[in-house]
């Protein structure tokens, strides 16, 4: 193992301990105090498409948010992993509780079928999970690559706004990166919401 995965390997460690020792109230709180800036920023007003993520493994939920976009009738999307494909998803709707179910790794997915899957390209706004982030936007993930592979090839006037949620204490100083990492356009924490400038 060469010292860049090592390094990557232990801000992953480190910091998914941490998230698993967080109490309930607490990330509920954090949960609800992220709804606080977006809807501060206007963000969900400002966009129709709108993709989230479904908490797995002490990830902060982005439930209220998405809950808040439901109210304001945007079009909500979840991942599902495609298989057969290596790092692809599709962005299924999401239209509440009953739209999901637990997968074959006990994950929830979208029950909606794959030909309901918006086109990557028509996304406007995506919020990501994330294990790390720095303040030059980068952002570590579990290790699998898809959001890297999904949103990489398209091109820069293409790709949604990226924004990743995450606890204050998933900032790093420094994110190892490859050349073939996506940055996000910004990151929003119980503490604040950063916006990243190229």
């Not at 990501?128 to 030059?136: C, E, I, T």
């Not at 990151?187 to 919401?193: G, L, R």
């Amino acid at each position: 193992m060469n010292e860049f995965v090592a390094q990557k390997n232990y801000i992953r460690t480190r910091i998914k301990h941490e998230r698993q020792n967080l109490t309930s109230p607490f990330m509920q709180r954090a949960a609800i105090a992220l709804l606080g800036h977006v809807s501060k920023s206007q963000l969900i007003e400002n966009h129709e498409n709108i993709a989230f993520y479904l908490p797995v493994g002490g990830e902060i939920s982005c439930m209220p948010i998405i809950e808040y976009a439901l109210s304001l009738s945007k079009k909500c999307y979840v991942p599902k992993i495609r298989t057969g494909r290596k790092r692809s998803m599709w962005f299924l709707p999401y239209e509440g509780r009953d739209s999901v179910e637990k997968g074959k790794y006990g994950i929830l997915e979208p029950t909606a079928s794959p030909s309901q899957a918006l086109p990557i390209s028509e996304l406007s706004l995506v919020f990501m999970p994330l294990v790390a982030f720095d303040n030059s936007g980068n952002r570590l993930g579990m290790g699998g690559g898809y959001y890297d592979t999904v949103f990489g090839h398209l091109s820069a006037n293409k790709r949604p706004q990226l924004i990743g949620l995450a606890y204050n204490l998933q900032k790093v100083p420094q994110v190892p990166t490859e050349k073939w990492d996506i940055k996000m356009d910004g990151v929003i924490t119980p503490n604040h919401y950063l916006r990243f400038v190229e």
